[in-house]
Every structure is written in C-alpha cells, then in structure tokens.
C-alpha cells in the first residue's frame, strides 16, 4: 500500500493500481478527490468536506462512489443516484478494493456550548490505516499506521500524546496540520515522539510513503 499525504486531513492510499481518497476538504489541494476510485469521509466540516470537489470528481468519473455519514450524504446523494452510500458505526464495506470498519459516532468536543456533529473514523484493511477524522476514537483492533490529527481546535498536544498511547500504533503520520506553524512543528515532533510510544512521522503534502 501507498500512502499518499496532501493537504491538512486529506490522504490518498494506493494498492493494486486502485486509489482510495480520505477527506478531501477545502484546505486539501483543488485535485485531491480526482483521479480516486472512492472516497471516504468522515464528516460535514468544510475542512473534511468540500462538496464541490466531491462533485468534481463523481462528474469527472461515473464509476466514483462515495461512503460516509448521513450528513454528508444527504447534501450530494440526490445528484448522484446509487453512488453516495450512507454508514455508522460498525459498519463494514469494500471500497476500491480496500476493506473497511467504520469507527466512532461523535466529533471531539470543540467547547461544551458548541453541538457535537456525527464524525466517524475508517480502519482501512484490518487495521493497516485508521483516519480518525475529528475525534480521538479507539478501535477494538490493532492499527498499524495512525493517521494522526496533531493540531485542531478541539485538541492539545498531551491528548494526542495520550492518544498515540492508546491506540499503540507502530506508527503515526500528522495530519490536519495546516493550522500548525512550522514555528511549532520541531515542538509537536519532539514532544510526540518522544513521548508517544510509536514511531512519529510527518510528510510535505504531496510527499508518499510506503506501508
């Protein structure tokens, strides 16, 4: 498998000669969701969510097909009849030839005044790649590589420190990142990697790596 890292949250996985797109969102770059053969997403915030780069891409390829939430589903299944598949919690599927769980129900606290939205978390082939969108969600099975969201409004370091000690991944990528200075960076990675248990790895959008 590749993993492809762009913009903020948004991960491209490769396997097979077959794409799978993770949160292609306004802060992703203005391809992100083209050339995938799925794409996953795992909640309505525009930074996960950007419609009209989903409709780009199920207009460019009619063989595209969508999972996610409710949410999100209700906004773009109308358009694209059979294509938009709606799931939750413990839910199982293929997508591109990738077999995933879904994860988790709830975003992360954002502050106690503020409604908590429906978000879940994709484990990506028995547990080689969790995307845990806007939340700090556990999964019942081990993960090898843990897309990690290392800086949001929602979060500060010792829970992603805590977080990585939970999950207990053999590894774990930044992601939604593009609030986070390069001032901050060297503080985010020595303190995660050092304290978090896993080897701690970050990618330049665009860069890839294999898993």
Same mark, same amino acid.
């Given at each position: 498998?590749? #993993? ?7 991960? /491209? ?17 203005? &391809? ?10 795992? *909640?309505?915030?525009?930074? *996960?969510?950007?419609?009209?780069? +989903? /409709? ?17 589903? &209700?906004?773009?299944?109308?358009? #694209? ?11 199982? #599927?293929?997508?591109?030839? #990738? &077999? ?5 129900? +709830? ?11 429906? !978000?879940?978390?994709?484990?990506? &082939?028995?547990?080689?790649?969790? *995307? ?8 019942? /099975? ?12 929602? !979060? ?22 593009? +609030? +986070? ?8 990675? !020595? ?8 080897? *701690?790895? /970050? ?9």
């Amino acid at each position: 498998m590749r #993993f492809t890292k762009k913009s903020h949250a948004c991960v /491209r996985l490769e396997k097979d000669g077959r794409t799978l797109v993770l949160d292609p969102g306004v802060f992703s770059e203005e &391809d992100a969701a083209l050339g995938a053969d799925a794409i996953l997403v795992t *909640h309505e915030h525009p930074d *996960h969510f950007d419609e009209r780069k +989903l /409709r780009g891409a199920l207009e460019a390829d009619p063989a595209v097909e969508i999972w996610t939430l409710k949410s999100v589903a &209700d906004k773009i299944a109308a358009a #694209f009849p059979g294509r938009v598949h709606t799931v939750g919690h413990g839910d199982t #599927f293929t997508a591109a030839g #990738f &077999d995933v769980q879904v994860h988790g129900e +709830l975003h992360a606290v954002i502050h106690p005044d503020i409604p908590r939205i429906t !978000n879940v978390g994709y484990l990506v &082939d028995g547990g080689r790649v969790f *995307h845990p969108g806007d939340a700090l969600t556990v999964p019942d /099975r081990p993960v090898e590589t843990l897309m990690l969201p290392v800086m949001a409004p929602w !979060n500060k370091i010792s829970e992603v420190i805590d977080y990585v000690r939970e999950v207990k991944p053999q590894r774990a990528y930044d992601i939604h990142d593009a +609030l +986070l200075t390069d001032l901050a960076r060297p503080i985010y990675d !020595n303190q995660i990697g050092a304290l978090g248990g896993a080897e *701690h790895l /970050r990618l330049a959008p665009g860069e890839s790596a294999a898993l």
